[in-house]
């Protein structure tokens, strides 16, 4: 052994015995006691007690350790779906757009087909009212956001009842020019009258179903419910005066007109 | 339980550290408190031990920093050479400057040296400690005794006859 590894030894050995040299009974107990009294006492308790129990009763834990942990789980998902419905709010829709109805405008009462006569002639401008009343020009079909929402039943049987109607404005205005060429002839034709009959038949189940919510529309069909009841109690023995009275409810009215500009233009 | 087992050995890795009964115990239950604290992210990849002797060690350093900050030394290895050099005493004059000598040693080489030389850790368990490899932990004992040995050298013809 050299002098070093000797003297390292003898170091070695006197560290040992007097550097700071530590008291032969640890204190235990004291500092388990201030452990349990330290921020740690949950912990600690968890991790096993050396005979002096586990928490003491009656202390009293920091705020932050007396919430439960779900608690802040809890607040956590709250905030976190409030903030999921915000964001959804921003991204969707405008207020005024949820609250506006939706467009029931019927195609075959747009204006595309209204004339400068029919507006020049006492039409006041009906044509452009819309289904929900409001004036102006009507918004374009599609211009809104298309949504299936718990409605989405109720604007496809309006929209089924805007075909209904205008297939049979298009079969009443038909039956009207006809019936206007035989009237200026002076003669009545029986096929007509037939006509007649099943037009105002559909003509009342049209007042009674929604298609008659549209005041323009419902307003048309009753003039020319009052029409056709007319010409189906016409007959070969009714007299002239009786034809002056369609005739004239055909002009005065406007029918044959309004029942033009009402029928839906093809391809739209 | 595992405070137990182990609170002998860091309290007096702590007093042998620290040098003081209260510093020792408040290092010490510190390294329990965390130790409970994050029981729950404890892996079984090191003994328990190993585990809280890297705290222990981790608290007694940094806690003894912040007390250097607010002590002044009363003597310097310097002056106690200097003192050893003019007048060669008795034993207990010797304790002292080893003492002197051990705590004025560059930190890292002071805890390899009080836990290998005089606690009896592995240079294994040192490196695990102190986030070292063991080879580091022999290289720093290495130097620790060369610094040790310079500062008494007055005392070695003494101390080796």
């Known amino acids: 052994m050299s002098d070093e590894d000797r003297m390292d030894a003898l170091l070695r050995q006197l560290a040992a015995e007097e550097y700071n040299r530590p008291p032969e009974i640890v204190p235990r107990e004291q500092m388990w006691e201030a452990i349990l009294q330290g921020s740690g006492k949950r912990e600690a308790g968890s991790g096993g007690t050396p005979g002096t129990g586990n928490r003491e009763p009656g202390t009293v834990l920091p705020f932050r350790q007396r919430i439960p942990r779900w608690v802040y789980y809890a607040v956590a998902a709250a905030l976190l779906l409030a903030l999921g419905v915000q964001i959804g709010r921003l991204l969707g829709p405008s207020p005024a757009q949820q609250l506006a109805p939706r467009t029931t405008q019927p195609d075959s009462l747009g204006p595309t087909r209204v004339s400068p006569e029919s507006v020049s002639v006492g039409a006041p401008r009906r044509d452009l009212v819309s289904d929900d009343g409001s004036k102006g020009p009507p918004k374009p079909k599609g211009s809104g956001p298309e949504r299936l929402g718990p409605d989405a039943g109720e604007e ?88 002056d009275l369609i005739r004239g409810a055909l002009t005065d009215d406007q029918v044959l007109t309004r029942l033009r500009t009402a029928i839906p233009v093809k391809g739209t | 339980m595992l405070y137990d087992q182990h609170v002998d050995r860091v309290y007096r890795l702590a007093f042998r550290l620290a040098g003081e009964d209260e510093l020792a115990r408040d290092f010490t239950q510190e390294t329990f408190i965390r130790a409970f604290q994050r029981l729950k992210d404890f892996r079984s990849e090191s003994s328990f031990g190993t585990w809280i002797h890297t705290i222990a060690t981790s608290v007694s350093l940094n806690g003894l920093r912040k007390v250097k900050k607010f002590r002044t030394r009363e003597t310097s290895l310097d002056d106690a050479l200097t003192v050893g050099a003019v007048t060669r005493r008795a034993e207990p004059d010797l304790k002292e400057r080893l003492k002197q000598a051990i705590d004025n040693l560059p930190e890292g080489y002071r805890t390899v040296f009080v836990m290998h030389d005089v606690e009896g850790y592995t240079h294994e368990e040192i ?12 290289a720093q004992l290495f130097r620790a005794r060369a610094k040790l040995r310079e500062a008494l050298a007055d005392f070695a013809g003494e101390w080796v006859s």
């Open chain 1, 156 to 243: 496809i049987s309006a929209r089924a009842y805007t075909v209904a109607t205008g297939q049979h404005l298009i079969e009443a205005e038909a039956m009207l020019t006809a019936f206007k060429g035989d009237l200026s002839q002076g003669r009545m034709d029986a096929e007509i009258s037939a006509w007649g009959k099943d037009l105002l038949s559909n003509t009342r189940l049209l007042l009674d179903s929604p298609a008659a919510r549209d005041p323009v529309r419902r307003r048309l069909l009753q003039d020319l419910e009052l029409v056709l009841v007319q010409i189906v109690q016409l007959s070969p023995k009714s007299s002239a005066r009786d034809r």
């Open chain 2, 127 to 138: 490196g695990a400690a102190l986030g070292v490899q063991p080879g580091t932990s022999k």
